[in-house]
């Protein structure tokens, strides 16, 4: 096992040292600073939501008598109307209209000239037109009509005595109705079940090519036989691929502290934030820990026995272009069954080991899953992973020491039946 | 220590490539492992890295079945392959861990092998900015590192320069001082004959010889002669051995073989003074007459021609028995 280690170390820094490697991590992370940074910042330079708390329904009147001049004058001011009707006269708003009219056409030609940004024409106390000439202003149409309603109600509460306030107080009674489906779980885990499913994913892609490359290149420049001569096929690939796994991590690793440090310096509260939005137990941070970690793993060493079975870089895209279409029908079905986790589909892909690595984490996270099922698909996914590892070292055996065609996967796997690569 | 192969056999599907291969070399010797292109060299050597698995077959170091990977060996492949995006001194201290050794003995070995090769200011590069001949000489020092007690050499001259390649007969030569078993395959016969002293010799998958280099030159040299003259050709010569036969009573001068400048002759049944005297009263003027001592070239020729015949004849016979029994 020493030479694993001595491959692994090797491997990891060969990996860590590669410029690819540096500048897509660092691409990443700014991608994240940016992501959590610029939102914030342009929220704090926008104008708050309260400017149109106005044209919002049921706003008492009293909230326009509140409302600073300045800012009515910024919304609707550079306008003018024409009054045909004598209903409106006492209609607070139009004392904020810069320019009265005499009639609908002078109103017109003054809008066409641009003397003024748009036109209202009052018909009557419930009725108006709203004119602008090319740039729409649905603001100030929105104010004129909240304005004129509540006006019209004011007027009819004061003709028939009614209390304002009373009718604000009758209106104002909220019930809050909340549905709950015992078997799932917060908003928060399905935003974390994207993130996992979306990580994994990326990360087995990523990695699970670099190693199958890795071992490609080794057979393409004849390293190879230089490396079985001096040491096992075995600790080859287990250095190998453990090597590319934790530069895998690494990675994300990395994102997560990048993540970490621009919500702190953005000010938002992380504690809050997650606690608020998650609801996490042990289990299912376990189950998320063993099906992301033996999934990972189990995947690159497939992709490495799948690198050894070529002898040229460029055949590698071949050769593992069918388990990276079932790797990607893994994560169709989770993703898809996010919507629905109680699926049939997604439930029979929470037991099988190459789909489970996506589909049970995310079951575990959206619902409340019984044990007994996490505990037969982790049983399942162990042993999957031991099949895998001997099933990809015996591929890979036998795939270092062929120099010539590629080799087939249907044939190698009968060559293993046959004892051979043992 | 000897290292002995007995009986290797090793197919590659229905390719039946080693048939029986079967030699031994000794520690302090070196062994010139010779044969024509797909004769089977390398894969009887990568059976002895324990590469390819043989067949059938055994493998010994002192009667004991034989691990590389338990013992220093300095391995060159003929296909020459090490990471050209590494920084030399790192990838040599690995290989030299991979063997086995520890990070300061690798260092240490590695760095006084890129001194020896005149190679030290490249240590922190990468290989790839070596010339073709550099880099061929950073792959030989990875064999030579951590002091190997058995050395094999695939084709170890190819790409190297006259200058370069007196640095590497060094290596060999102290090597072979220090008791270490080497072995050297090579088609070029020049760099076999001045280090070698035995040689095994492989054709269509079968040894045919393996031992001595001196007898086996001993052996093609017995009661053979060169005679070159100076006034007749080599047309001419063997037109006057004829005549000679007469006189010896149809005894058979055989011409065993001829260069571009003399005829090789087998005098077994003759004294050879009785036949130098005869040839000058002839009024042959005699430029060479001399005990023939073959190259390992006319060896090598030799062999491989013997051997091409014989296959020829069984495989003719192989057919007429086919027809015949249809």
């Known amino acids: 096992m020493r030479n694993s280690g001595l491959v692994f170390s090797f491997e990891l820094k060969s990996i860590l040292r590669k410029k690819s490697y ?69 209609f607070p708003l139009i004392k904020n209209i810069k320019q009265e009219y005499t009639d609908e056409d002078s109103l017109k030609t003054a809008l066409s000239n641009d003397e003024i940004s748009y036109g209202v024409v ?51 009674v909220q019930v809050n109705a909340t549905n709950v489906d015992i078997s799932q779980k917060g908003i928060g885990n399905f935003a974390l079940a994207m993130i996992y499913t979306f990580l994994l994913y990326m990360l087995i892609i990523m990695y699970g090519t670099t190693v199958s490359t890795s071992v490609a290149r080794e057979k393409d420049n004849r390293t190879m036989e230089l490396l079985i001569a001096n040491t096992k096929a075995d600790y080859l690939i287990i250095g190998k691929t453990f090597a590319a796994g934790l530069a895998g991590i690494l990675q994300v690793l990395a994102l997560i502290v990048t993540l970490l440090i621009s919500l702190k310096f953005t000010g938002q509260d992380i504690v809050g934030l997650i606690g608020g939005f998650l609801e996490l137990n042990m289990t299912t941070i376990v189950t998320m820990i063993i099906f992301s970690l033996t999934g990972y793993i189990s995947y690159l060493f497939i992709y490495a026995a799948l690198g050894a079975l070529v002898s040229k870089v460029e055949d590698v895209n071949y050769a593992v272009t069918p388990v990276m279409l079932i790797f990607i029908a893994a994560y169709l079905i989770t ?9 049939t589909l997604l439930k029979v892909a929470s037991y099988f080991p190459l789909t489970s690595v996506l589909a049970m984490p995310v079951r575990t996270i959206l619902l409340n899953i019984s044990p007994v099922e996490i505990l037969i698909s982790t049983a399942i996914m162990l042993l999957s992973i031991v099949v ?35 | ?51 390819f698995k043989p067949d059938s077959g055994e493998i010994l170091l002192d009667d004991q079945p034989f691990k590389p990977r338990e013992l220093k060996v300095g391995y060159l492949p003929e296909e020459r392959g090490m ?112 280090f070698c002293d035995d040689i095994t010799l492989i054709d269509k998958g079968e040894i045919l010889i393996n031992g001595s280099l001196a007898d086996v030159k001993a052996e093609m040299s017995h009661d053979k002669y060169r005679l070159e003259s100076e006034n007749l050709n080599r047309e001419q010569l063997k ?67 013997e051997h091409d015949l014989a296959t020829n004849e069984m495989d003719k016979q192989d057919k007429e028995g086919n027809s015949n029994a249809q």
């Open chain 2, 83 to 194: 990471y050209a995006k590494e920084p030399i001194l790192e990838q040599l201290i690995y290989f030299g861990q991979l063997k086995g050794g520890g990070k300061a003995e690798s260092k240490k070995s590695a760095e006084a092998w890129l001194e020896r090769f005149e190679l030290s200011e490249y240590a922190n590069k990468k290989l790839e900015v070596l010339s073709k001949g550099n880099q061929q000489k950073i792959q030989i020092i990875q064999a030579f590192l951590n002091d190997p007690e058995m050395i094999i050499l695939d084709e170890p001259f190819s790409g190297l320069d006259p200058v370069n390649a007196e640095l590497f007969k060094d290596a060999i030569r102290d090597a072979i001082k220090k008791d270490k078993l080497v072995i050297f395959s090579s088609h070029q016969m020049g760099y076999v004959e001045e």
């Open chain 1, 22 to 90: 540096l500048v897509t991590t660092i691409i990443l992370c700014l991608i994240v600073v940016a992501a959590v940074v610029i939102p914030t910042v342009l929220a704090k330079k926008e104008k708050q939501p309260e400017d149109v708390l106005i044209i919002d329904g049921n706003v008492p009147s009293s909230v326009l008598e509140d409302f600073p001049d300045e800012d009515i004058n910024d919304t609707i001011a550079n306008g003018g109307y024409f009054m045909a009707t004598d209903e409106l006269k006492d």
């Open chain 2, 1 to 51: 220590m000897k290292l002995t192969l007995n009986n290797i056999n090793k197919s590659f599907g229905k390719v039946h490539v080693l048939h029986d291969v079967s030699f031994a070399v000794d520690s302090g010797r070196a062994m010139g492992f010779l044969g024509r292109n797909g004769s089977g060299k390398t894969t009887s050597i990568r059976c002895i890295m324990d590469i």
């Open chain 2, 239 to 305: 037109q006057l051995l004829k005549l000679f036969e007469a006189e010896y009573n149809n005894e058979q001068i055989l011409l065993a073989s001829e260069d571009k400048i003399s005829l090789i002759l087998d005098l077994s049944n003759i004294v050879p003074n009785d036949f130098l005297q005869k040839i000058i009263a002839a009024n042959v003027q005699i430029k060479n007459f001399s005990i023939y001592l073959p190259t390992l070239t006319d060896v090598f020729l030799h062999y491989v021609k």
């Open chain 1, 335 to 343: 993703m898809l069954g996010m919507e629905n986790p109680h699926n």
């Open chain 1, 122 to 172: 009052f018909n009557s106390a419930n009725d108006f037109v709203f004119m602008v000439n090319g740039e729409s202003n649905p603001v100030a149409s929105s104010l004129f009509e909240q304005q004129l309603l509540n006006f019209n109600r004011m007027n009819y509460f004061e003709a028939n005595q009614i209390n304002p306030g009373l009718i604000d107080e009758i209106y104002g």
């Open chain 1, 388 to 422: 895998f590892s001997i099933l990809a070292i015996r591929i890979y055996r036998l795939g270092s020491l062929n120099y010539g065609n590629r080799m087939k996967f249907g044939k190698t796997l009968k060559m293993i039946i046959r004892g051979e690569g043992s």
